[in-house]
């Protein structure tokens, strides 16, 4: 047998399917060899995501213990690099318990629920060259439409928990998903204006110049929401420890109290993965032909980097400093930076409908100018919106009332 995919084949421009499509090809014939592709390369998404998020997970638990002038995981394997490995063999035969009281189907899909969001994004991640397993032309609208299936999974763990400290952790979970997700799909308009297309693909092909440097408030805005969508520190008030214990997921244990933080883990690669693609060029580098991964990897990996900086660095916010960072700071920012590219869109695209490298470049040094001017305006704004509660004074209640 002898089964390969023609140029006129839909799938023929996805280049590891199509290598792995013609080897299987070989010995099966053209319609089960489909099908095994198809899961071959849906086992080779499932199990890189949890072996990244078991990665990172052991990186993150070493850099923070770092900063905080500790070791960190260093028992099992060198410098404790399996340690993963060996938390997920405890949780495996930990007891799996759900609540007596709880809805037993939600219970048990929620972390189906949260982890599919994480796998089915990097379906259309580039990470080199044709590699994508899908080359969707409308990859950005696919991949808001795809993350906001977490907000239903948070809500859903809470309300099927039928624990009150889930219920409390998932509402705020929901509440900071649907005001930062407004200033993030703002911010990538603006991308797309710049680029001129949503496909994934061509945002990168559109970056002589990265657009971190062309649109900075809108990386500034796009980073800062996905943190909070994330439940990253600062922004983790759906599972405030001192408040709430574990927040929504506070009645999951063994598998499913896994499966819960392999997406957690897996979904800031997944979200670092997005960013690279979107402003710092994708695989784009030296010898990217032949070394475009690599970029792509190591591209991903300071921008991890960068997420536990922050989640060691600073403290968790008060829930009205959440919100009003997401509607009075992050949103003014996210309009400014549309209104400012459709202008710059508008008067710089030539007749082709094309930027060149030079007008990214003016491009980049407008943006940076409002950018510095907006920090500084809507800083002090939001600093004097959203300050620490004062101490109660006698001015502020008569005795009557403090009795």
């Known amino acids: 047998m002898n089964c390969v995919l023609t140029p006129d084949n839909i799938l023929y421009d996805t280049l590891l ?3 792995i499509h013609d080897w299987v090809g070989t010995v099966l014939p053209c319609g089960l060899s489909y099908a095994v592709s198809g899961i071959a390369i849906m086992m080779l998404l499932v199990n890189g995501v949890l072996l990244g998020a078991g990665l990172f997970s052991w990186f993150e638990r070493r850099l923070i213990g770092r900063f905080h002038n500790r070791i960190g995981p260093n028992r099992w394997g060198p ?19 759900t609540p007596r009281t709880a809805d037993r189907i939600l219970f048990s899909i929620v972390p189906v629920a949260m982890l599919a969001p994480v796998v089915l994004v990097m379906a259309v991640v580039p990470f ?12 950005v609208l696919y ?18 928990s039928d624990n009150r400290y889930a219920l409390f952790g998932a509402s705020r979970g929901v509440a900071v998903l649907i005001s930062y997700e407004v200033p993030v799909v703002m911010s990538l308009l603006g991308v797309v204006l710049v680029a001129g297309s949503m496909s ?12 971190l440097l062309v649109q900075p408030m809108a ?13 990253r520190t600062p922004f983790d008030l759906a599972e405030a420890e001192s408040e709430l214990i574990a927040g929504f997921h506070i009645e999951y244990s063994g598998v499913k109290f896994a499966l819960i933080q392999a997406a957690e883990f897996g979904a800031v690669l997944t979200s670092s993965a997005v960013m690279v693609t979107l402003f710092l060029s994708g695989w784009s580098g030296p010898l990217s032909s032949y070394l475009g991964w690599a970029w792509f990897l190591i591209k991903i990996g300071v921008l991890a980097f960068v997420f536990s900086w922050v989640r060691a660095s600073f403290p968790r916010l008060r829930i009205d400093q959440l919100l009003a960072f997401a509607w009075k700071f992050l949103l003014p ?5 549309l209104f400012a590219t459709a202008l710059e869109v508008y008067f710089f695209r030539d007749n082709n409908g ?36 004062g101490p109660l004074t006698g001015a502020t209640f008569s005795t009557g009332e403090a009795d």
């Open 143 to 160: 991949i808001l439409a795809i993350t906001s299936i977490t907000s239903v999974a948070v809500f859903m763990a809470g309300w099927a």
């Open 79 to 97: 410098f404790g690099a399996l340690q993963p490995l060996a938390d997920l063999v405890k949780l495996i035969f930990k007891e799996d318990l």
């Open 354 to 389: 094309m930027l060149d490298t030079g007008d990214l470049w003016i491009m980049a040094a407008i943006n940076f100018g409002i950018a510095f001017g907006c920090l500084l305006i809507f800083g002090t704004l939001i600093k004097e919106k959203v300050r620490p509660a």
């Open 200 to 211: 994934l693909d061509d945002v990168v092909s559109a970056q002589t110049v990265p657009f």
């Open 128 to 139: 080199a060259k044709d590699t994508a397993l899908a080359n969707l032309n409308v990859g």
């Open 219 to 231: 990386f500034f805005v796009f980073f800062a929401g996905t943190s909070a969508e994330l439940n």
């Open 333 to 337: 920012l996210s309009i400014i930076n």
């Open 17 to 19: 399917f199509r290598v």
